[in-house]
């Protein structure tokens, strides 16, 4: 089994990515760190513990992180994930509060633990504090997956936030490039994958979904639903 702890700004995405990811036997979650990004931290923190206890999760913790980037101002999404960030679904708000300290976790844990697996999938403001802190967590991570970047011309030939700039490294490139400088060597999956029509649910997908017999499938179609009314079709940059 494989130990992972989740770097994330839920947003719609990155809530498939969790439901993803408890519903995958050979992962072991050992916590959530929250990070601004799609939405405010107090938000993305508090989500992440609503898709939690909407799957009955209620051990596995979560930590509120970075509220804003190293350097330049906060830039959200609300316009994509909705005023909640999980598309205004109407998940019952959560029975715990978010831990204070996801920089004190991560090192903790990546200090403590063995062959634990790194994956972010919002921007790296709270890693980048975690190397700052503790350079020598370079060698305690066994793997960095990140969902960031764009490594090749997508789909349709642009980033998702400027011409050239993919969201989560936009949000904090100054974080990004400690990450990247750190001796780390992460796995990136960028807007070049995310973007291709096979990683891409339909709207007919997400009908299918919603008339599921599994609550997950059908919990996740609805935090997707009007981004796929609105769009026709739900890409899944973090799952």
């Not at 633990?113 to 994956?119: G, M, S």
């Not at 990450?179 to 007919?204: E, I, M, R, Y």
Request: net charge negative.
């Amino acid at each position: 089994m494989v130990k992972v702890i989740l770097d994330m700004d839920p947003g719609i995405d990155d809530a498939l990515a969790i439901m993803l990811a408890l519903n995958s036997p050979e992962l072991e979650v050992l916590g959530i760190t929250a990070v601004s990004g799609n939405v405010h931290v107090d938000k993305s923190s508090v989500n992440a513990l609503r898709v939690l206890e909407t799957m009955g999760y209620m051990d596995i913790p979560v930590y509120r992180g970075a509220a804003t980037p190293l350097v330049k101002e906060l830039v959200t999404a609300e316009w994509v994930h909705g005023e909640d960030g999980l598309g205004d679904a109407g998940l019952p708000m959560p029975m715990r509060k978010p831990l204070e300290g996801a920089v004190k976790f991560l090192v903790d844990m990546l200090t403590s633990e063995r062959n634990v697996t790194l994956v972010a999938t919002g921007p790296l403001t709270n890693i980048a504090h975690a190397l700052l802190i503790e350079p020598q967590l370079t060698r305690r991570i066994s793997r960095l997956i990140l969902m960031g970047g764009a490594y090749g011309l997508t789909p349709y030939g642009y980033g998702n936030e400027t011409p050239v700039s993919e969201f989560n490294i936009y949000v904090d490139p100054e974080a990004a490039k400690i990450v990247f400088q750190s001796g780390l060597k992460p796995l990136c999956v960028g807007l070049d994958v995310t973007t291709d029509p096979k990683a891409t649910l339909s709207k007919n997908d997400v009908e299918k979904m919603a008339s599921s017999s599994s609550e997950t499938a059908r919990t996740a179609a609805k935090i997707v639903w009007r981004f796929a009314e609105r769009f026709g079709f739900v890409q899944l940059h973090d799952p």
